[in-house]
């Protein structure tokens, strides 16, 4: 078994800086587009130069390796556009998977600012999947070949024709090496562009969406609610981690948890609407918030109390959802520890803002070196989200 790895080629100016992300065990194919006449550079384990062989987004260059290449049933492709970068996390990620039986893997994509672009799912179709979101083991569908358009990557996607197995993580980029220059505003209307194709086109989504990452239309109008929300006062938390705390704590509906933290209610409103029955701490530090956050919060029954987050630890009840913004630098370190090992369930998460403002590998040492993700907001500022088992 073999990974390939497919890159079509017409800006040679980014290959030195791929090369430097490319894991030594996979095969890195280069194929360079027959508009381009100059030199050959250095890098790739296998150069292919068809000719007659340009642009269509890459599409032709990708369909005349999967011809030209002596392909093995139990190799895997990648398609890596000439633009892009592997992720740090990618192949620990997907070498241990490639021998279990699986025809498809998929797993979410970031912006090269660490945002959100595609969440993870299973569903193999146009839009909800990038070319670089996904790979697949060649001898399952060995003749697919790509449409030679620009959609051609989603349409590939539809063909291979079945779901993939999902993996949790965000380990794809998007043109990470030349980002398209996309407001936050204009991200967050792709998402949400995203969303409603998905929603649109395909009823069995909204039935769907429960069991998996992507989502229903009560999400999109959850999510909309959440955008509305005041952000102004400085300590709020942001609204692209608001938004993160939402959709990661969706996978618990029906379950728990416990802010630490309230302050103007946004991250507590986020934690109602995702399904969980919330207790959140305050010890009403920053005062004038108490109504707000209760007149935010009144449609949901939460259990507000008026304390410093370790009056939690005085009970020995655990939440599936821990989301922690109260204090922070190295002084919060034992109580996030506590947290962890206290009041986060056994398959639970903990979510920490301002993970920036501490010495985060003690704190990743103390607490097990657990799964974790971390996003910036627009500000600089750090969600880290910690799961157990
Ligand atoms: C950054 S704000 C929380 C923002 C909020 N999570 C949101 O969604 O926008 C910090 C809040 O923590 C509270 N706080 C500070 N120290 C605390 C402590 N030891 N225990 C509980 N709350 C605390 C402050 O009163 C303030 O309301």
């Given at each position: 078994?073999?990974?390939?790895?497919?890159?079509?080629?017409?800006?040679?100016?980014?290959?030195?800086?791929?090369?430097?992300?490319?894991?030594?065990?996979?095969?890195?194919?280069?194929?360079?587009?027959?508009?381009?006449?100059?030199?050959?550079?250095?890098?790739?384990?296998?150069?292919?130069?068809?000719?007659?062989?340009?642009?269509?987004?890459?599409?032709?260059?990708?369909?005349?390796?999967?011809?030209?290449?002596?392909?093995?049933?139990?190799?895997?492709?990648?398609?890596?556009?000439?633009?892009?970068?592997?992720?740090?996390?990618?192949?620990?990620?997907?070498?241990?998977?490639?021998?279990?039986?699986?025809?498809?893997?998929?797993?979410g994509q970031l912006w090269n600012d660490d945002t959100i672009r595609l969440r993870p799912t299973e569903h193999m179709v146009f839009r909800a999947v990038d070319q670089a979101s996904y790979m697949w083991r060649y001898g399952f569908n060995s003749v697919a070949r790509f449409d030679e358009d620009y959609f051609g990557d989603g349409k590939f996607a539809?063909?291979?024709?079945?779901?993939?197995?999902?993996?949790?993580?965000?380990?794809?980029?998007?043109?990470?090496?030349?980002?398209?220059?996309?407001?936050?505003?204009?991200?967050?209307?792709?998402?949400?562009?995203?969303?409603?194709?998905?929603?649109?086109?395909?009823?069995?989504?909204?039935?769907?969406?429960?069991?998996?990452?992507?989502?229903?239309?009560?999400?999109?109008?959850?999510?909309?609610?959440?955008?509305?929300?005041?952000?102004?006062?400085?300590?709020?938390?942001?609204?692209?981690?608001?938004?993160?705390?939402?959709?990661?704590?969706?996978?618990?509906?029906?379950?728990?948890?416990?802010?630490?933290?309230?302050?103007?209610?946004?991250?507590?409103?986020?934690?109602?609407?995702?399904?969980?029955?919330?207790?959140?701490?305050?010890?009403?530090?920053?005062?004038?918030?108490?109504?707000?956050?209760?007149?935010?919060?009144?449609?949901?029954?939460?259990?507000?109390?008026?304390?410093?987050?370790?009056?939690?630890?005085?009970?020995?009840?655990?939440?599936?959802?821990?989301?922690?913004?109260?204090?922070?630098?190295?002084?919060?370190?034992?109580?996030?520890?506590?947290?962890?090992?206290?009041?986060?369930?056994?398959?639970?998460?903990?979510?920490?803002?301002?993970?920036?403002?501490?010495?985060?590998?003690?704190?990743?040492?103390?607490?097990?070196?657990?799964?974790?993700?971390?996003?910036?907001?627009?500000?600089?500022?750090?969600?880290?989200?910690?799961?157990?088992?």
């Amino acid at each position: 078994m073999s990974i390939y790895i497919i890159t079509p080629c017409t800006r040679i100016q980014y290959l030195q800086e791929i090369s430097k992300t490319i894991p030594r065990e996979c095969i890195w194919v280069i194929v360079y587009d027959s508009n381009y006449t100059d030199r050959i550079l250095p890098y790739g384990d296998i150069i292919l130069r068809p000719k007659n062989i340009r642009g269509s987004y890459g599409k032709p260059h990708i369909n005349y390796a999967l011809d030209a290449l002596k392909l093995e049933d139990s190799d895997w492709i990648y398609v890596l556009d000439d633009d892009n970068i592997i992720h740090p996390d990618w192949y620990e990620t997907i070498s241990p998977l490639c021998n279990d039986g699986y025809n498809i893997l998929s797993w979410g994509q970031l912006w090269n600012d660490d945002t959100i672009r595609l969440r993870p799912t299973e569903h193999m179709v146009f839009r909800a999947v990038d070319q670089a979101s996904y790979m697949w083991r060649y001898g399952f569908n060995s003749v697919a070949r790509f449409d030679e358009d620009y959609f051609g990557d989603g349409k590939f996607a539809e063909k291979l024709g079945q779901k993939s197995h999902r993996i949790d993580r965000y380990i794809s980029y998007y043109n990470y090496l030349s980002p398209e220059s996309m407001t936050e505003e204009e991200k967050e209307d792709f998402d949400a562009g995203v969303l409603e194709f998905l929603s649109k086109n395909d009823n069995n989504y909204a039935v769907n969406f429960n069991n998996n990452n992507l989502l229903t239309d009560q999400d999109a109008t959850n999510l909309l609610r959440i955008e509305q929300l005041d952000y102004s006062t400085d300590n709020t938390t942001d609204l692209s981690h608001i938004k993160e705390i939402y959709l990661k704590s969706r996978k618990y509906r029906g379950g728990t948890a416990c802010e630490v933290g309230s302050l103007g209610g946004q991250g507590t409103l986020s934690l109602c609407l995702a399904g969980l029955n919330v207790t959140s701490y305050d010890n009403d530090g920053q005062e004038g918030f108490k109504d707000k956050r209760e007149f935010l919060c009144r449609d949901f029954n939460v259990n507000w109390i008026v304390q410093e987050g370790l009056y939690a630890l005085n009970d020995e009840i655990k939440y599936d959802v821990v989301f922690h913004d109260s204090y922070h630098y190295d002084e919060v370190i034992p109580e996030l520890v506590a947290f962890w090992y206290y009041k986060v369930k056994d398959k639970g998460m903990l979510i920490v803002h301002d993970v920036e403002t501490f010495s985060h590998e003690r704190f990743m040492f103390l607490i097990g070196n657990p799964i974790f993700e971390r996003t910036k907001d627009a500000h600089g500022r750090e969600l880290g989200t910690y799961y157990k088992n």
